[in-house]
């Protein structure tokens, strides 16, 4: 069983930047998906990132798309998620999952088995 811990969120002001980083007990292996997601009050959650590690590929939402960016540390066991020029409407908490295949959309909350606790992000305006 994978455990995963999210970490980096705090308080910016907007136009600011935060690195969030996620990291798994155990090894990753190459076949996981690791998916950022987040959550506003009153909000459902919402997929805003993802990184097949079987062969890198990324996907994005479209509200962070060429501001936020998720890479990975395969030998660290951790994914990070870069977020730049952040906006009063990114602020949630923001959670990382995996699952070691998905057999629909990256961004349905239902497709992963692993989720770590959350992390808040606070942009002030």
């Known amino acids: 069983e994978v455990q995963l811990q999210a970490s980096g969120g705090g308080l910016v002001q907007a136009g600011g930047s935060l690195r969030l980083s996620c990291t798994a007990s155990?090894?990753?292996?190459?076949?996981?998906?690791i998916t950022w997601f987040r959550q506003a009050p009153g909000k459902e959650r919402e997929g805003v990132s993802s990184?097949?590690?079987?062969?890198?590929?990324?996907s994005y939402a479209t509200s962070v798309k060429d501001r936020f960016t998720i890479s990975s540390d395969y030998p660290k066991n951790m994914v990070f998620l870069q977020m730049h020029n952040l906006e009063p409407e990114d602020t949630a908490v923001y959670f990382c999952?995996?699952?070691?295949?998905?057999?629909?959309?990256?961004?349905?909350?239902?497709?992963?088995?692993?989720w770590g606790q959350g992390t808040q992000v606070t942009v002030s305006s």
């Open positions: 999952a995996a699952d070691l295949w998905i057999g629909g959309p990256w961004h349905d909350a239902s497709e992963y088995d692993y």
């Open positions: 155990t090894r990753l292996f190459g076949d996981y998906i």
């Open positions: 990184i097949n590690l079987s062969d890198g590929r990324t």
